[in-house]
């Protein structure tokens, strides 16, 4: 491939991935993270030009201000791309079936990693599964829904900020769910989740109201010192050890009780 090939094949995908309006909506210091995958195989078959999908491909520094549907979420879920200290001033679906159906499953097979990332906007999770783990180390959300969504690799939160509401109900945590350290600012809704794997909530702290109704807890519930500021209703929770709850300097001054054991 020529120089100029090149140049137009990551023109090209960088369009694929996030729309036409790219390079003039950001400053093109930072394009370059979009433009400069390193392998591009051309298929004279389909006149194509494609990403190496063995490739790990980092976005960084960038703030988004693109509608919510140039956002290429297929194009996300096919290639490890990763987004690391990114803002995102536009609303955010991660399940492009939404737009015409509330009820399907959106698979991820690959990593869907967001490290340091905030989102300005609400964030849609609701519906998908991830076949991979879910990363999103100190994230900022505003509001944020990942309801009914099955999360079937490890799913990180740890030092999340949720600035809005929060909704998990009856998500399913197949692998380790690790919410420690995160802050809750206002409702947060676990109603009908389950945890099948260890749940970390050590340290996390619940400014607003906390459902976690009809929770089942397969194995380890830890909310060791653990912060609620107003009500908690952990009532029909199913705790399948009870050796595997952790309290631990809890306030439980707010917290309803009707915790249903198996063990």
């Not at 653990?226 to 952790?246: D, G, H, K």
Request: with cysteine; glycine share 2%; proline share 1%.
């Amino acid at each position: 491939m020529t120089e100029l090939e090149i140049q137009r094949a990551k023109e090209k995908i960088a369009r694929a991935l996030w729309g036409d309006t790219i390079s003039i909506q950001l400053p093109l210091e930072k394009t370059h993270y979009i433009t400069s995958f390193s392998l591009i195989s051309y298929d004279k078959t389909t006149n194509e030009y494609r990403i190496d999908s063995k490739n790990n491909h980092n976005l960084s520094n960038i703030d988004f201000k693109l509608n919510i549907y140039d956002f290429d979420i297929e194009t996300i879920a096919k290639y490890n791309i990763k987004f690391v200290n990114c803002s995102f001033e536009c609303e955010v679906n991660l399940n492009p079936s939404n737009k015409s159906k509330k009820d399907k499953l959106f698979e991820y097979k690959n990593t869907l990693v967001f490290d340091n990332v905030t989102f300005k906007k609400n964030f849609d999770c609701s519906f998908i599964k991830t076949n991979g783990k879910i990363m999103f180390d100190k994230i900022i959300f505003n509001e944020a829904s990942f309801e009914n969504s099955i999360f079937s690799k490890k799913a990180n939160f740890s030092y999340a900020k949720f600035v809005g509401k929060s909704c998990f109900a009856n998500a399913e945590f197949d692998e380790e769910a690790n919410f420690s350290n995160a802050k809750f600012c206002d409702n947060a809704d676990f109603s009908g989740a389950i945890f099948r794997a260890d749940a970390y909530f050590h340290r996390a702290v619940f400014k607003q109201d906390l459902q976690m109704c009809r929770v089942a807890f397969e194995r380890v519930a830890n909310f060791y010192f653990a912060t609620f500021e107003t009500v908690v209703n952990f009532s029909a929770c199913v705790i399948q050890n009870p050796r595997f709850l952790n309290f631990v300097g809890v306030n439980t001054k707010h917290k309803t009780h009707n915790i249903k054991s198996n063990g």
